[in-house]
């Protein structure tokens, strides 16, 4: 007799709940695999609405199912119904670091909290680099937690592989990820390999530090200009970050190195002095979690809240106090961007040098 497979192929064997997450391709469900019983998630994608992006969510969904590391979320199975493509994935009770912070934690979380959340985070990427991949986003966003302070890197729709039919190659020079964590070199039509992810891991340590990333505030283009232009961001001398002892602005430091061959690599970052402050998954319950309200209503509670800001901003924007531009993941308004970089120092030249990466596509 066959074996019958845990997670059930087909719709008609889950039970779709609230509402906990949403992306730009993407919306995630907390639900219940029927025959089980068991609460899974489930990312629900629209070929239709999304047909640009197929290649992006195959891959994905492929990678997720593949992958095998205890720090990386894998998928229990995927399939398809009607024009949507269902991934049923463990449910991650807690959301992401970054939910975690909005909800309730908006200035940043405590320096062991850090160091636990980002040890883990490391593992992950470690794994992910010695098969030859880049994951090219990560962020507190694809930090998930579960309820007993497990950790989990997420979100594998921008990853890319460094081998091509068994051959290395040298890099990769596709422009993608997040703006605010995205590191020069992929900004600058430059081959870049794993040490881009170093990078991106330097910034989402100063996000948990702070509660946002650095630049988080400011247009596409200025976010773009301050990171290729000035001077890495770090953690300062003032009251904000004088808590934040000398270990952690190091490892941020040799993180956040223009050049990447002078960034250390994941296994070698994993042997930094900040990491000894790391704690256990059970320190992480018991500071972060025990008065955490449930994915479902603080997801809902966030959602209600941000989109009075939208609707705020949209106002703003009809009444020509804001300029008109998109921020969300790979999404570009190129005509936006180059109105910002008209009103920066040398701005339209440095745009129209930076054009063919803004407005490629990678699949």
């Not at 629900?44 to 999304?50: C, I, N, P, Q």
């Not at 100063?206 to 290729?228: D, Q, R, T, V, W």
Request: negative net charge.
């Amino acid at each position: 007799m066959e074996k019958q497979q845990k997670y059930p192929l087909g719709a008609e064997h889950y039970y779709l709940f609230e509402e906990i997450g949403s992306g730009a391709t993407a919306t995630i469900y907390r639900a219940v695999c029927i025959p089980t019983q068991e609460t899974v998630a489930i990312k629900v994608l629209d070929f239709e609405k999304e047909k640009s992006e197929f290649c992006k969510i195959a891959h994905e969904a492929q990678t997720m199912t593949l992958m095998d590391q205890p720090n990386l979320l894998k998928a229990h199975c995927s399939f398809v119904t009607d024009h949507y493509l269902w991934v049923v994935m463990p449910f991650m009770a807690a959301g992401s670091c970054q939910h975690i912070m909005k909800s309730s934690f908006p200035d940043g979380f405590q320096e062991a909290v850090i160091a636990t959340i980002l040890r883990e985070v490391l593992k992950g990427l470690v794994n992910i680099h010695q098969h030859g991949d880049i994951h090219r986003d990560v962020k507190a966003g694809n930090i998930l937690m579960d309820s007993r302070g497990a950790i989990k890197l997420c979100d594998f729709g921008a990853s890319a592989s460094l081998f091509d039919e068994g051959k290395r190659l040298h890099g990769r020079n596709t422009f993608t990820g997040t703006f605010c964590w995205m590191a020069p070199e992929v900004m600058q039509e430059e081959e870049y390999d794993f040490k881009a992810d170093i990078w991106s891991f330097g910034i989402t340590a100063m996000e948990l530090a702070h509660g946002h990333a650095p630049y988080s505030g400011f247009p596409p283009m200025k976010i773009l200009m301050n990171i290729i232009r000035d001077a890495p961001p770090s953690l300062d001398h003032s009251e904000r970050d004088k808590k934040f002892s000398k270990s952690f602005r190091k490892m941020i430091e040799v993180c956040l190195q223009k050049q990447p061959h002078e960034r250390p690599s994941a296994q070698k970052l994993l042997k930094h002095p900040f990491f000894k402050k790391a704690r256990s998954s059970e320190y992480l319950t018991r500071t972060l979690l025990k008065e955490l309200p449930s994915l479902g209503d603080s997801a809902k509670e966030l959602k209600i809240k941000e989109d009075v800001v939208i609707q705020k901003k949209l106002a703003e924007v009809e009444r020509g106090e804001l300029p008109r531009y998109r921020m969300s993941g790979w999404n570009f308004d190129v005509e936006a961007i180059k109105t910002q970089a008209s009103q920066l120092p040398d701005g339209e030249e440095e745009v129209e040098r930076l054009l063919p990466s803004l407005i490629s596509s990678s699949c």
